[in-house]
């Protein structure tokens, strides 16, 4: 008997005068191998010949299963994701690495645990060849990525005339901006001086009207003492600005006569007094307190 798998079981020989063994071959002849012409007679196939397919007992032959299953289309589906992503980044490296981690770990995945991994890898051999293309798509994504890097990491050459250059154009915005400093530095300081004159003119503007009114009120108010009508006081009606309660002398004299010649004169002792002074003469208070022109 065979060994190989492949070939069905030898169906044991019929005897001499035997019937052969019943043939699934679904209503089709006998093979002429195991046909009898004659009554009594069955020819015996080789020895070791097996039955034809359609004749063999048991179940006929089934159907082979698909190659790739639901784990293929979802590993493989994400390669492809990732493969998409750093395309469109434009890291061909990057692509390669992943790659070759994928392939290794699959071939490795058959090899070790000898089942056909999500790839459906056939046989050990397909399994060694996609292992050794992951480890040299690895080593070659490795190398471009170092490459790429040490390019990012290379510095431009700077010549002299791009550093002179360089310095030149930053001292020239220095310049521009202490000139453009300087410019609203003194446009502040005028204005701010001319803010002070204005101020200071305001001033004095109101210092002047002040003195008028204090000079103009001067002239209207009489205190305690003598006083030239027309030079210290102004010529007018003048009363007392409080009720008297003591005593109160006051004389209109003639100017220049040292008060020897009296106009008129009076020593009240109560009330609002009142005066009526002209130019050339001269009033003397005493006691009275302050007279306000009416």
């Known amino acids: 008997m065979s060994n190989d798998p492949n070939i069905p079981p030898h169906q044991p020989e019929p005897q001499p005068g035997q019937t052969p063994p019943p043939y699934q071959g679904?209503?089709?002849?006998?093979?002429?191998?195991?046909?009898?012409?004659?009554?009594?007679?069955?020819?015996?196939?080789?020895?070791?010949?097996?039955?034809?397919?359609?004749y063999q007992q048991g179940p006929g032959p089934q159907q082979a299963k698909g190659r790739w299953g639901v784990s293929f289309w979802i590993v493989g589906g994400l390669l492809a994701l990732l493969v998409l992503i750093n395309a469109a980044n434009g890291h061909g490296e990057s692509?390669?690495?992943?790659?070759g981690i994928a392939a290794a770990l699959t071939g490795l995945y058959a090899?070790?645990?000898?089942k056909?991994?999500?790839?459906?890898?056939?046989?050990?051999n397909a399994a060694i060849a996609v292992a050794i293309a992951g480890g040299a798509s690895l080593l070659i994504g490795g190398v471009a990525a170092g490459v790429s890097a040490g390019r990012d990491d290379t510095p431009e050459t700077v010549t002299s005339a791009t550093l002179e250059a360089d310095a030149a154009a930053r001292l020239k915005t220095r310049e521009d901006a202490l000139v453009?400093?300087?410019?609203?530095?003194?446009?502040?300081?005028?204005?701010?001086?001319?803010?002070?004159?204005?101020?200071?003119?305001?001033?004095?503007?109101?210092e002047t009207a002040v003195g008028g009114a204090e000079t103009a009120a001067a002239a209207n108010i009489i205190k305690e003492g003598t006083w030239t009508v027309g030079r210290d006081i102004?010529?007018?009606?003048?009363?007392?600005?409080?009720?008297?309660?003591?005593?109160?002398?006051?004389?209109?004299?003639?100017?220049?006569?040292?008060?020897?010649?009296?106009?008129?004169?009076?020593?009240?002792?109560?009330?609002?007094?009142?005066?009526?002074?002209s130019e050339g003469q001269t009033f003397e208070s005493s006691r009275c307190g302050t007279w306000n022109k009416q």
């Open 116 to 124: 056909r991994s999500w790839a459906g890898l056939p046989g050990r």
């Open 26 to 54: 679904q209503g089709q002849p006998y093979p002429p191998q195991y046909s009898h012409p004659q009554p009594g007679q069955f020819h015996q196939p080789n020895p070791g010949q097996p039955y034809p397919p359609q």
């Open 180 to 206: 453009k400093a300087e410019s609203d530095s003194a446009s502040k300081l005028a204005a701010r001086e001319a803010a002070v004159v204005k101020a200071e003119g305001a001033v004095k503007a109101r």
């Open 95 to 99: 692509i390669l690495i992943f790659l």
């Open 234 to 277: 102004a010529p007018g009606t003048y009363r007392t600005t409080k009720e008297l309660t003591t005593s109160c002398y006051w004389a209109i004299t003639v100017t220049g006569s040292n008060g020897s010649d009296i106009i008129e004169n009076d020593n009240v002792k109560g009330g609002f007094p009142q005066v009526i002074l």
């Open 111 to 114: 090899l070790i645990f000898k």
